[in-house]
């Protein structure tokens, strides 16, 4: 499955985003999707991630209750909404697919990843 990120920018402290990642293909269903994102000089860390139909999701402890992940597999998408942004939620986000759907989501589960969209928060 190829994806494509967008929805990044730059954002002040306290403000939101929406992430989307467009999925082509079929089988968008068949795939557990999640959300990543590397700060300048760090690695690539998990955000959060959604089961097949939408009714499972995980967190990052340091994105929980300002996130939300979700997805319309009509659309072929995955949403990741940002809420109360801070500056050390600048990076480059990432979306990513996998075939199957863990509880603790790594990097190595996902075989299919996007191109990434700069978040960048700062006053």
């Known amino acids: 499955v190829q994806l494509q990120a967008s929805g990044g920018g730059l954002v002040q402290p306290g403000g939101s985003l929406r992430l989307s990642c467009t999925a082509s293909?079929?089988?968008?269903?068949?795939?557990?999707m999640g959300w990543f994102r590397q700060a300048p000089g760090k690695e690539r860390d998990f955000v959060a991630s959604?089961?097949?139909?939408?009714?499972?999701?995980y967190y990052a402890d340091s994105v929980k209750g300002r996130f939300t992940v979700s997805r319309d597999n009509a659309k072929n998408t995955v949403y990741l909404q940002m809420n109360s942004l801070k500056p050390e939620d600048t990076a480059v986000y990432y979306c990513?697919?996998?075939?199957?759907?863990?509880?603790?989501?790594?990097?190595?589960?996902?075989?299919?990843w996007g191109q990434g969209t700069q978040v960048t928060v700062s006053s």
């Open positions: 990513a697919a996998s075939p199957k759907f863990y509880s603790d989501p790594q990097e190595a589960d996902f075989d299919s």
């Open positions: 959604v089961s097949f139909s939408g009714a499972v999701t």
């Open positions: 293909g079929r089988t968008f269903s068949s795939y557990g």
